[in-house]
Antibody, heavy 118, light 112 residues
Framework: QVQLVQSGAEVKKPGASVKVSCKAS????????ISWVRQAPGQGLEWMGW????????NYAQKLQGRVTMTTDTSTSTAYMELRSLRSDDTAVYYC???????????WGQGTLVTVSS | QSVLTQPPSVSGAPGQRVTISCTGSSSNIGAGYDVHWYQQLPGTAPKLLIY???NRPSGVPDRFSGSKSGTSASLAITGLQAEDEADYYCQSYDSSLSGPAVFGGGTQLTVL
């Protein structure tokens, strides 16, 4: 069965960076892309960006350009999302989700809470 | 402010039918891009409910259905059950700088 398992919760200070991992299993990793979606406390879903696990092509949300980097390691079927220059409003649950750029997200990770606080 | 507009909340009694609207524009739904729907139960990750406007993934009850017309889409839930109480989100593609993937603001469904 398809599974996306994310790394554990993080607490970071403003200005720091965080890197969240998403390990895939149960399917051919390079056959699908991975999107990252975040959800601030009590708020809705916000798409952050997408990476092709086939060739590493990326597409980031304009508001995060310059602060976010998405990568994959095909040898371990793991996707990564790094967010830099963290601010308090980056506090959110971060999800990885399987899917193509123009399509739906059919499987989701369990979420990783990132708290940014001084 | 979300690119796709959903009502903040809807409610219905067990057994009733409710609909949740998702209103977009000519740069997303109206441009012909597919709409997908997700259900998020409290404290859990979203789950794909409807894809490609009206298709249900395996395991999703046929009480859930989706439709799309013009610049809007709708999710209908018939035979409302207590376990349907959740947040529902629509998602599509947007060709403006807001995208490409965009979500609605979400609708909280309360089963009375």
């Amino acid at each position: 069965q398809v599974q996306l398992v994310q790394s554990g919760a993080e607490v970071k200070k403003p200005g720091a960076s965080v890197k969240v991992s998403c390990k895939a299993s149960g399917y051919t990793f390079t056959s699908y892309g991975i999107s990252w979606v975040r959800q601030a406390p009590g708020q809705g879903l916000e798409w952050m960006g997408w990476i092709s696990a086939y060739n590493g092509n990326t597409n980031y949300a304009q508001k995060l350009q310059g602060r976010v980097t998405m990568t994959t390691d095909t040898s371990t079927s793991t996707a990564y999302m790094e967010l830099r220059s963290l601010r308090s409003d980056d506090t959110a649950v971060y999800y990885c989700a399987r899917g193509e750029l123009l399509g739906d997200f059919d499987y989701w990770g369990q979420g990783t809470l990132v708290t940014v606080s001084s | 402010q979300s690119v796709l507009t959903q009502p903040p909340s809807v409610s219905g009694a067990p057994g009733q039918r409710v609909t949740i609207s998702c209103t977009g524009s000519s740069s997303n739904i109206g441009a012909g891009y597919d709409v997908h729907w997700y259900q998020q139960l409290p404290g859990t990750a979203p789950k794909l409910l409807i894809y490609g406007n009206s298709n249900r993934p395996s395991g999703v009850p046929d009480r859930f259905s989706g439709s799309k017309s013009g610049t809007s889409a709708s999710l209908a839930i018939t035979g409302l059950q207590a376990e349907d109480e959740a947040d529902y989100y629509c998602q599509s593609y947007d060709s403006s700088l807001s995208g490409p993937a965009v979500f609605g603001g979400g609708t909280q469904l309360t089963v009375l």
